[in-house]
């Protein structure tokens, strides 16, 4: 089945650093690439997505690409806030017509906590 | 405003109580579906609908019901919470399928005890 792997955290950095989440995924067919983020108490919000190879997502200073011939989609930003301090998901979606029918595959999530 | 509303938003159980947790979209969307979040296990998806009428289960639906009898309506059943049912659960609508941008609720938090 399709699986989504997301590095592990909780990751800490100070205001201002580079941030990298690294996402990887196995698939049958040609999945849509999402990565959502989860503010606290709230709920999932859409951050970016690319639904084709090469694409690149972009939103909010943060950027992902998604790569077929490594199966990754990692998620960067240049220079972190601390109100970028939530959990982020990197997450999965196959075509209409593929055998996971419209649902999302979610990684595990990784808490990012950035200090001042 | 587009959204997707859930309620309630915090609930205490006990074992074996029946419980309905409503969603609501005000978006027109077709595909609903429910998640579930457990820590260190990210989001699974429980039960889902593609229209009015029209569900199937998701990776995790043992223990729960739906229905869908309108469209912006996707109501989610616990006819005897236990408490491993204990959890945070979402609500997600899209306008259809496959790499359409799914819009969450803001999440129930059930404790059952």
């Known amino acids: 089945g399709n699986s989504v792997t997301q590095m592990e955290g909780p990751v800490t950095l100070s205001e201002e650093a580079f941030l990298t989440i690294n996402c990887t995924y196995t698939?049958?067919?040609?999945?849509?690439l999402f990565w959502y983020v989860q503010y606290p108490g709230e709920g999932l919000q859409l951050l970016l997505k690319?639904?084709?190879?090469?694409d690149k997502g972009s939103n909010k200073g943060f950027e992902a690409t998604y790569r077929k011939e490594t199966t990754s989609f990692h998620l960067e930003k240049g220079s972190v806030q601390v109100s970028d301090s939530a959990v982020y998901f990197c997450?999965?979606?196959?075509?209409?017509?593929?055998?996971?029918?419209?649902?999302?595959?979610f990684g595990q999530g990784t808490i990012l906590t950035v200090h001042p | 405003e587009a959204q997707v509303t859930q309620n309630p938003r915090y609930l205490i159980t006990v074992t074996g109580k029946k419980l309905t947790v409503t969603c609501s979209q005000n978006?027109?969307?077709?595909?609903m579906s429910w998640y579930r979040q457990d820590p260190g296990l990210g989001l699974r998806q429980i039960y889902y609908?593609?229209?009015?009428?029209?569900?199937d289960k998701g990776d995790v639906p043992e223990g729960y019901k739906v229905s869908r009898k309108e469209k912006r309506n996707f109501p989610l059943i616990l006819e005897s919470p236990s408490p491993n049912q204990t959890s945070l659960y979402f609500c997600?609508?899209?306008?259809?399928?496959?790499?359409?941008?799914?819009?969450f609720g803001p999440g129930t938090r059930l404790l059952v005890l």
């Open positions: 978006m027109n969307h077709e595909y």
């Open positions: 997600a609508s899209s306008p259809g399928t496959g790499g359409q941008t799914q819009y």
């Open positions: 690319a639904t084709k190879a090469d």
């Open positions: 997450a999965l979606s196959m075509y209409a017509g593929g055998t996971s029918y419209g649902k999302l595959t």
């Open positions: 698939a049958t067919g040609y999945p849509s």
């Open positions: 609908s593609m229209n009015v009428e029209v569900t």
